[in-house]
């Protein structure tokens, strides 16, 4: 660090705050930095069976969400991740980013930016290819009526609309016996400006998909006619929160400052060695 001044003399950066970015930070030991930190989908079983590189054991229920907390905390703890852990500004001017988080930004000199992901990152170079891959879209849904049954998923492998549905104990609730649910589509950008496959259209078939799978509504008293059956409520279900996830690639004019990285989680373990320095120690030790 520069006497006077928050600016710090880096090599290497590694730029993005997905679990492949954390990754290739963890078994090169290089600081980390993101414009916002992206935690994967909840219920996404990593996609390795094997990370003994780093020290970790993984078993057939690992979820992605665990190892990217993991590598953020150890990353963290070695002080490898260059942001306060919440969204900040990035901006290349030269061989320096500069970093806004606080009250005042903080530089790092460097010699190149891996980057893994590339938004909201003003200075870098001009976009040459830009491939629209079609979007992950979770639509959030709470189950109002219909809440306690067995299944754990639907699917429906004819449809890229509400392809599948997962159901989880509810964070609304105590009782671990009442599911709300994510359903999840894949969506083209013009798609997704269509009513069509909007969270009220996703909402009629999520609650087709249930019905036929057999699932009803909360109880509503006994048939007076049929004192031995019940009768149920409708299907009830409010969406709450619809999270796109875009997946497009873009291709940058060749610049020696800037490595662009478009591995597969599955590559990069594959490629790395271990760490040989103090975050293998923490990785042994936690």
Avoid at 173 to 190: P, R, V
Wanted: hydrophobic share 35%.
């Amino acid at each position: 660090m520069k006497k006077g001044g928050l600016t710090f003399e880096q090599d290497e950066i590694v730029v993005g705050g997905c679990v492949k970015a954390l990754l290739y930070a963890s078994f090169r030991e290089l600081p980390v930095v993101f414009t916002r930190p992206i935690p994967p989908f909840r219920f996404d079983l990593f996609p390795a069976d094997n990370l003994s590189k780093l020290g970790f054991e993984l078993d057939e229920t690992t979820t992605t969400r665990e190892v990217w907390e993991r590598l953020m905390f150890i990353l963290g703890l070695s002080g490898l991740v260059l942001t306060n852990g919440l969204e900040s500004s990035l901006r290349v001017d030269d061989r320096v980013l500069i970093v806004s988080a606080g009250p005042r930004p903080v530089k790092h000199n460097f010699r190149k930016l891996v980057i893994f992901d590339d938004r909201q990152i003003k200075g870098l170079p001009r976009i040459t290819e830009e491939k629209e891959e079609t979007n992950r879209v979770i639509d959030w849904v709470n189950v109002r009526s219909g809440c306690r049954h067995d299944f754990d998923r639907l699917e429906d492998d004819g449809s890229d609309f509400v392809r599948e549905i997962l159901f989880y104990p509810s964070d609304r609730s105590d009782n671990k016996n009442f599911k709300d649910l994510a359903a999840i589509s894949y969506l083209t950008n013009e798609q997704l400006r269509d009513f069509d496959y909007s969270d009220t259209m996703a909402k009629f078939k999520i609650k087709d998909m249930m019905k036929q799978a057999g699932i009803r509504g909360a109880r509503n008293g006994r048939d007076q006619k049929r004192p031995d059956k019940y009768k149920y409520y409708a299907i009830k279900v409010e969406p709450a929160e619809r999270e796109v996830i875009s997946r497009n690639i873009r291709h940058y004019e060749p610049d020696e400052r800037f490595e662009f990285r478009y591995d597969s989680v599955e590559e990069l373990i594959a490629n790395a060695s271990p760490p040989s320095g103090y975050l293998r120690k923490l990785c042994e030790a936690f």
